[in-house]
């Protein structure tokens, strides 16, 4: 045994964030594991009207953006999440016009659905303003989303958004944070409903589906249910070691499609140098899910 | 700033591992993060005759064995390593009859080479016996290998036991752990130049390869040098929660082949049903990469 003197940064929940020097994350998602960043300086701490804040400068990760205790971006792996959620719906549809995005208030998804020069509207519909705030001050790279003519931004409730605009949209992407907090309810049913009746005919939907390796008691159960509904629902992943277990997993469900496997168009050469993470082929291969997870989420259905 | 009393536990060298109740796994070669595990109870913990050996019941994921302050297995993910770096090349060779592994001393390989009924011969080349004797006393779901009665075990140094034995496999497997201490020749062109001797015509040798999110300047520069030699290099990767930014990678390399990256044999169902990670259709797509890393190590060579 022996007596240690750390220094503390104690967020407003009482809870410990920083410890020593290092952001612990410890989530009752991810039981007995925790990923640790190092801090170089906290740039700022405060609670929105949602949820508890944390922006830091990490020593060797970036800025990183914190919310109620658990990493949503480190600026060194965050454009391995932002380009997969958003260039498989959207590469998978022939001709997308009309683009909403729920949640994703840093703006990271708004800057690679705006690669897209076919698009015309891009509709960003985000409950805590707070995020965005912090974003473009602390996450320019990020928040440079922001800047597209094409882009509009609601304050308010993604579910009631939908409901007043029905029809409206060929690919919906739900940027969230864990079912837990402010986005518990995007995890259920109800939501996926919403969002089917908010697509137009042929429409995608592309939401953050977890993790593989840990919440397959939440992705098939939500699968089984929303595929009463929705024409096709698939299930993607992609590499992001700042997330718990390093992986995190996207469900894909359309109206009026058989899949959405293979892109449908042809990506430009110069939107593919300006990619870090997806190409073509990685659209097909993100499909392709471990023995484990392939049989848990959907059974005997497919291989 | 607060007073914490810790319960410390300290290896040989003096590095703390358990620190309230948590593994902390801080490495140089992934400086600014570190993976936490809860432990339940320490097993043993030992110096070996080449490193330091951790065995521990942790709250959630198993027993975890370390190997100088790095995991090396836990027994809920570890079939997605053993699994990916045995079948890559024992499916991607038509007919392989002899097997060569190096390191591995587990046993987790062994048992993936074993499920392939037209193998032979299964060589086993461990320089560290204290691991293979932890793993039979712990780690009794891996060890299983040790009991095919086509395993035999030499204790000793691969790249000695090659060199008394040329053109002798059709795979070799080399399970190391990361280029620091014992397993840093096992990183190096020599190494890999004694492979290439060591293979039958038509041979595939797979090894440890690092992490594509961490490790590109490690990666890169060997795989330049060993394209001098071997037919054909290839990396793919599998996803592993425990190690560093959740993946690991693979370098394939053959003597008078092509590529690996489609299966030469068809599984049977009875293999399929055992395996909880690899598919033929995951053997495929584990080479596809996300761009970055495919043009850090391959340049404009391939897309």
Redesign the interface.
């Known amino acids: 045994?022996?007596?240690?003197?750390?220094?503390?940064f104690i967020d407003n929940s009482g809870k410990d964030l920083i410890i020593d020097g290092?952001f612990?994350e410890r989530g009752v998602l991810w039981?007995?594991?925790?990923?640790?960043?190092?801090v170089k300086k906290v740039l700022d701490h405060y609670r929105t009207d949602f949820q508890d804040l944390l922006v830091f400068e990490?020593?060797?990760?970036g800025t990183v953006l914190v919310l109620d205790g658990v990493i949503q971006v480190t600026t060194r792996?965050e454009?391995?999440y932002q380009e997969m959620i958003a260039h498989i719906p959207l590469f998978a549809h022939p001709n997308p016009k009309r683009v909403l995005v729920i949640g994703g208030g840093d703006g990271g998804v708004l800057r690679e659905v705006a690669r897209h020069t076919g698009v015309e509207e891009i509709i960003e519909c985000e409950i805590d303003e707070g995020v965005i705030i912090a974003s473009k001050k602390y996450l320019p790279s990020l928040a440079i989303g922001y800047d597209d003519p094409r882009v509009s931004v609601k304050i308010m409730d993604g579910a009631k958004y939908m409901e007043e605009n029905q029809s409206s949209f060929d690919v919906i992407i739900t940027d969230s944070s864990d079912p837990i907090g402010p986005a518990s309810v995007l995890f259920e049913t109800p939501f996926y409903n919403a969002m089917y009746k908010s697509l137009r005919e042929g429409g995608i939907v592309c939401t953050q589906g977890e993790c593989m390796?840990l919440h397959l008691n939440l992705i098939r159960p939500l699968i089984d249910s929303i595929s009463q509904t929705f024409s096709s629902v698939e299930y993607a992943y992609t590499?992001?070691?700042?997330y718990p277990?390093?992986?995190i997993g996207f469900i894909i469900a359309t109206k009026g499609r058989n899949s959405c496997k293979v892109p449908e168009r042809e990506m430009t050469d110069v939107v593919?140098k300006e990619?870090?993470?997806?190409?073509p082929?990685?659209h097909?291969?993100a499909f392709?899910?471990?023995?484990?997870a392939?049989r848990a989420i959907f059974g005997d259905k497919a291989?």
């Open positions: 045994m022996y007596l240690c003197i750390a220094i503390s290092w612990h039981p007995g594991q925790a990923m640790s960043l190092k990490s020593e060797n990760h792996d454009f391995s390796w590499t992001m070691p700042t277990s390093g992986q593919q990619l870090q993470y997806y190409t082929e990685l097909k291969a392709v899910l471990p023995a484990f392939q291989k």
